[in-house]
């Protein structure tokens, strides 16, 4: 194969494409004589009419395991690779890095792999255990103290504050697979360049780590919310990383409380208690009443998950204290959302495992109220399945099944696996019941609405 094969114009044009089709029949036609669709399938193992449709086809093959096979036979050189190797995603698991470079690596592969490899990335194993090593790592790093380098302009962290912002909104207000892709290219493309030239050791450096870790805190939380737990732990444990490069005790604790409430949700709520504990810890190096009682509120949680009602009602109380003292002129833009809609969600939710309906439809009523008067759909409609819960252990199968067909009209709003989740355990609780009149309101409603919630 001569040394420029790759270099000639058709090629790199191919191969910009991301098209592996165009590639065969670029490469096909780069030989003298072409190269047959006939003999290019017997060295890929595939049949002439299949080359022939991949090289028509406009859709990219999105297969990792495909591509990587054509590609070696193909002898493409990884550099010009447009997906991620095997070799990034082995580099690209939950773990805490010591060094920044390494760290920034690990952020590089991520984002590719958003990017081109959401596929494998769902299918990838979760571990609850690996959120708790880099969560005492965090914890220690925090305590002792960090620093290092050179410095970014003012400006260009603004503009990544700015973006954060924006897709914090579309996720609390549209779910979280609805942009994650265009905010993992962001990441990709204009964060993670900055991230290789500068160091925290600068206000602007500093600043700079903080942003990027927001914005990483916020893909490992779409995909939290879109059922990637796989996905959503690598990024949460990296921005736990870059949160304690840049000094930001109260944004580390806020990235352990997404992986308390994970492990949750999970069914390892005993982790959750455990993360949100060592969040607690953490806060205490720094200030924030919002993270504080989001924390509480969270282990109230998985205390509740795990039956513990008195635990239960001691870190309400806690969280219902943090949250009176919090002062929004005071907090980060990404606490902008611990607020009545919130905490009062996960309340309900905690008294809806313990099966005390009183409290939980008390609360989740605050919840759904503040969340209507927001036009936040995702958390109105858990709210609502909350309710409906509560009104089923109470044997209100008529306030069950309504609250249950307003959380379906809201969950269909918005991309949210965890809002399809809860209307799914509603239907799974109500089949029993389906003979009722408005119980079969509810089931055709959300047949209809939300097809993937069915039993």
């Given at each position: 194969m001569p040394a420029d094969f790759w270099l000639r114009p058709a090629l790199a044009d191919a191969l910009h494409s991301r098209n592996i089709g165009r590639v065969f029949l670029a490469y096909r036609k780069s030989w003298n004589p072409w190269i047959s669709q006939t003999r290019l399938a017997e060295w890929l193992d595939l049949t002439q009419g299949r080359i022939s449709e991949l090289e028509r086809s406009r859709r990219a093959v999105t297969d990792l395991d495909r591509l990587e096979r054509w590609c070696d036979v193909l002898r493409v050189p990884p550099r010009l690779r447009w997906f991620a190797s095997r070799s990034d995603t082995a580099n690209s698991g939950p773990e805490y890095a010591e060094g920044l470079p390494a760290?920034?690596?690990?952020?590089?592969?991520?984002?590719?792999?958003?990017?081109?490899r959401r596929a494998f990335l769902a299918g990838a194993l979760f571990s609850v255990a690996a959120s708790v090593g880099p969560s005492r790592d965090w914890l220690v790093a925090t305590l002792d103290g960090t620093g290092a380098g050179r410095s970014v302009g003012g400006e260009q962290v603004a503009e990544i504050r700015r973006t954060f912002a924006v897709f914090q909104e579309l996720d609390v207000m549209r779910g979280g697979g609805h942009a994650r892709e265009q905010l993992s290219k962001y990441l990709t493309s204009q964060v993670v360049p900055l991230l290789r030239e500068n160091d925290p050791a600068s206000d602007s450096g500093r600043a700079l780590f903080e942003a990027a870790a927001e914005q990483l805190y916020l893909l490992g939380w779409m995909g939290f919310d879109n059922g990637e737990h796989s996905s959503a732990q690598r990024y949460l444990v990296q921005a736990l990383r870059l949160a304690e490069a840049a000094g930001s005790p109260e944004l580390g604790a806020h990235v352990l409380a997404g992986l308390s409430d994970q492990a949750t949700l999970t069914g390892h709520p005993d982790h959750g208690v455990q993360l949100a504990r060592a969040g607690r810890v953490g806060l205490a190096q720094g200030h924030s009443n919002a993270c504080a009682a989001r924390l509480w509120?969270?282990?109230?949680?998985?205390?509740?998950?795990?039956?513990?009602?008195?635990?239960?009602?001691?870190s309400v109380g806690q969280a219902e204290a943090a949250f009176g003292n919090i002062d929004l002129?005071?907090?980060?833009?990404?606490?902008?959302f611990i607020d009545a809609a919130y905490v009062n969600g996960e309340f309900a939710h905690a008294f809806r495992d313990l099966a005390c309906p009183e409290e939980a439809t008390r609360y989740a009523t605050v919840s759904a109220t503040e969340s209507e008067r927001l036009n936040r759909a995702r958390r109105g409609a858990m709210a609502q399945a909350t309710l409906a819960r509560a009104a089923l252990d109470s044997h209100d199968l008529e306030a069950a099944a309504t609250a249950g067909s307003t959380a379906v009209k809201l969950a269909a709003t918005v991309t949210s696996t965890r809002s399809t989740a809860a209307i799914h355990d509603l239907r799974t609780r109500l089949m029993p019941h389906r003979a009722a009149r408005v119980v079969r309101e509810f089931f055709s409603l959300s047949t209809a609405l939300l097809p993937?919630?069915?039993v």
């Open positions: 760290t920034v690596a690990v952020v590089a592969v991520l984002g590719r792999q958003d990017m081109e509120a969270l282990q109230a949680k998985a205390e509740g998950a795990m039956g513990d009602a008195g635990a239960v009602v001691r002129d005071d907090e980060p833009e990404w606490a902008r993937a919630a069915g």
